[in-house]
């Protein structure tokens, strides 16, 4: 028999149970639970993934509207990004995966469950995910703050979040879509030769009412800047607390790091992983699983509540959340924005920033 060790990654996650009867019994037995989710977790309420067809870094270059350098050129342009993004996932809804997830959070407590999303769409907080347990590795899309001081607002849901960025969809589209296809260097004119003047003057844009001169900018964390540190800290004081019994992997291939060293810390330390993913062909860093692991390929809105079931119950309260829009396509937006585009990085793909 060959060498697990030595296995292709996807010949080693073909070791893994895909029973859930026996992670049922794995679950009920679990007194410390770790979970790291990813886009792959709001599929199903209409939000795209990062790194898939028509993923939004396939769509747009991240270095002309996620860095702070971006910012800096064209601080209108960035904020027109992020107000679109605010605006669809406002539009979108938690689905029946992130209610079961919460309903874990609030049965098992804090000493016993913890979660960390690399998603901002604010969906886990809006199904009710206790915040304690909710660590964000990159903010969220509806928090705020100020590009000169330390001025900080979570949670605002406002749409617009200021009369400046109203979203028209077909004028934003257009314009991100002018931006995706030029370069960093292309500072002085657009692709059509064109005057690349700002978006939208500075004076118009919303300034910071603590200082009062600095911009208000998205919280996420943009490509080039740091993780946040406290969380970073809150998650490894968990971790070193107690060993986890069980970590679920839920939507991501967690191929960038942190994230994709927290799995294999808890591997390490004794955990099953069980990874919930839509392409059991491309695992990234999860493709290490071994016989006493689970993998179950598909929507998470439709794994979570059968695979939760024995803690979280029936959830009759959200059916019919768990459903993948009918008639949603692979690639969202105007066609235009799928053509011609250079992949980024692939840690780039990964990341929703």
């Known amino acids: 028999m060959s060498n697990p060790i030595s296995m292709p990654q996807n010949e080693r996650a073909s070791l893994a149970s895909t029973s859930v009867e026996k992670f049922h019994t794995v679950l009920k037995s679990s007194t410390r639970i770790f979970t790291l989710c990813g886009a792959g977790l709001s599929v199903a309420s209409g ?9 939004i870094w396939r769509s747009y270059r991240s270095t002309a509207l996620a860095t702070p350098e971006a910012f800096e050129r ?11 993004r605010r605006h669809k996932a406002l539009q979108a809804k938690p689905n029946i995966g992130h209610h079961a997830l919460a309903e874990l959070t609030k049965s098992l ?6 979660c960390l999303t690399q998603n901002i769409d ?13 660590k964000l590795l990159h903010s969220s899309l509806f928090d705020i703050k100020c590009a000169s001081c330390p001025y900080y607002e979570p949670d605002n849901f406002n749409d617009p979040v200021h009369p400046s960025l109203l979203v028209d969809e077909d004028s934003v589209t257009a314009r991100l879509s002018a931006a995706a296809k030029s370069t960093p260097k292309d500072n002085s004119t657009s692709p059509d030769g064109a005057s690349n003047s700002p978006t939208i ?19 996420v964390v943009w490509f080039g800047e740091a993780l946040p540190e406290d969380t970073l800290d809150e998650i490894d004081q968990w971790i070193d607390k107690e060993p986890i019994d069980l970590c679920l992997v839920i939507g991501t291939t967690a191929t960038v790091y942190p994230a994709a060293s927290y799995v294999h810390v808890a591997q390490a330390a004794g955990a099953r992983v069980a990874v919930i993913n839509m392409d059991s062909k491309d695992l990234g860093s999860t493709g290490t699983l071994r016989k006493k692991d689970f993998l179950f390929e598909g929507d998470a809105a439709r794994i979570l509540p059968d695979i939760l079931r024995p803690v979280v119950g029936g959830l009759e309260a959200f059916a019919g959340l768990g459903k993948t829009m009918e008639g949603r396509k692979e690639t969202t937006g105007n066609s235009n924005l799928q053509e011609g585009f250079e992949d980024e990085d692939e ?5 929703q920033k």
Do not use: W
């Open 122 to 134: 604010g969906l886990s907080q809006r199904a009710n995910h206790p915040r304690e347990q909710l």
């Open 47 to 55: 939000l795209d993934t990062f790194r898939g067809a028509g993923g």
């Open 347 to 351: 840690e780039m793909n990964e990341v």
């Open 109 to 114: 407590g804090e000493k016993a469950f913890i």
């Open 74 to 84: 064209d601080p209108g342009l960035v904020r027109l990004f992020y107000a679109y």
């Open 201 to 219: 003057p500075l004076v118009d844009l919303p300034h910071c009412p603590s200082c009062k001169t600095g911009l208000l900018r998205p919280a």
